[in-house]
């Protein structure tokens, strides 16, 4: 799922249909869960390699924001919570970019 006025590609890594791949997480509060990117779970999770980088992390200011989307919204009970240890991983390698929803709509 794209987020609509997202265009922003992430490096040259291509998925098995030719298309880029990426990751993409939500952050509400102190909470993160994984909107694009199901496949590249494990490797995320275990710094396993590769998976695609950088892994970008929108962040919601309210429930309400998130559930504006005009791609219908996002509610956090369908999605992969990511545990701020992962987090904070990314942010120390450098592989994680933080984009406000509100200055990106």
Known sequence: MMLDGD???PDETVSENGTAASI????LDEGYWLIEGDQH???LLSAEEPYPTPVYCVRFASKF???SLPSGGIDTADLWAIHTGIIDRLKRENQLVLVDYSQSA
């Open 65 to 67: 924001e998130m559930a």
């Open 41 to 43: 779970l494990a490797a």
């Open 24 to 27: 993409l997480i939500a952050q």
């Open 7 to 9: 265009n922003t590609t």
